[in-house]
T-cell receptor, first 113, second 116 residues
Framework: KQEVTQIPAALSVPEGENLVLNCSFT??????LQWFRQDPGKGLTSLLL?????REQTSGRLNASLDKSSGRSTLYIAASQPGDSATYLC????????????FGKGTRLSVIA | DTAVSQTPKYLVTQMGNDKSIKCEQN?????MYWYKQDSKKFLKIMFS???????INETVPNRFSPKSPDKAHLNLHINSLELGDSAVYFC???????????????FGDGTRLSIL
């Protein structure tokens, strides 16, 4: 059964720092991987989606990489800002079609001004 | 315009009651989901519907009964509420068809259910 793990569970950094969030999954036979942001009391906002055939995706200050064979993904945030403070969730889709996502427990990020 | 909307946002009720949560999406998606986020913030799939038909039921107690009157709506009815049902329930949707698997899922803001 697929399991997704995110390390660290919580992270606090000063504003301006570059940081990396880690995600690992036990079964490398995934279809795609998605990174979400969750703000307190809010739903999930999709940040980046990486297909299994891709190595990375970029959006603004965010860069997500995927090493499918080793079951790992990273989310790199450049020049962090207090507005980046949120919980970041990693989720994998195991098959094509209308399959649900398998989520990690998230990394709670605090960026201190 | 809200893409995936859930009502109510907060629901506080007593143990043993029956309650419903509604979800609507205006994205034209064929597939809708219910996820549960527990007190440890762990999100897990409960149900998945495609074109009003149930396709996934992840060993959820039969006190939980989803209903999809049309492909834009997926409601969740819960009978005989228990303390352990306290959680945040998220509705989500995604397109189906060729190439749709690589489209992101869109989530609602969640319904915070508290059982007294």
């Amino acid at each position: 059964k697929q399991e997704v793990t995110q390390i660290p569970a919580a992270l606090s950094v000063p504003e301006g720092e570059n940081l990396v969030l880690n995600c690992s999954f036990t079964d490398s036979a995934i279809y795609n991987l998605q990174w979400f942001r969750q703000d307190p009391g809010k739903g999930l906002t999709s940040l980046l989606l990486i297909q299994s055939s891709q190595r990375e995706q970029t959006s603004g200050r965010l860069n997500a990489s995927l090493d499918k064979s080793s079951g790992r993904s990273t989310l790199y945030i450049a020049a962090s800002q207090p507005g980046d403070s949120a919980t970041y969730l990693c989720a994998v889709r195991e098959y094509s079609g209308n399959t649900p996502l398998v989520f990690g427990k998230g990394t709670r990020l605090s960026v201190i001004a | 315009d809200t893409a995936v909307s859930q009502t109510p946002k907060y629901l506080v009720t007593q143990m043993g009651n029956d309650k419903s949560i509604k979800c609507e999406q205006n994205l034209g998606h064929d597939t809708m989901y219910w996820y549960k986020q527990d007190s440890k913030k762990f999100l897990k799939i409960m149900f998945s519907y495609n074109n009003k038909e149930l396709i996934i039921n992840e060993t959820v107690p039969n006190r939980f009964s989803p209903k999809s009157p049309d492909k834009a709506h997926l409601n969740l009815h819960i009978n005989s509420l228990e303390l352990g049902d306290s959680a945040v329930y998220f509705c989500a949707s995604s397109p189906s068809g060729w190439g749709a698997s690589n489209q992101p899922q869109h989530f609602g803001d969640g319904t915070r259910l508290s059982i007294l």
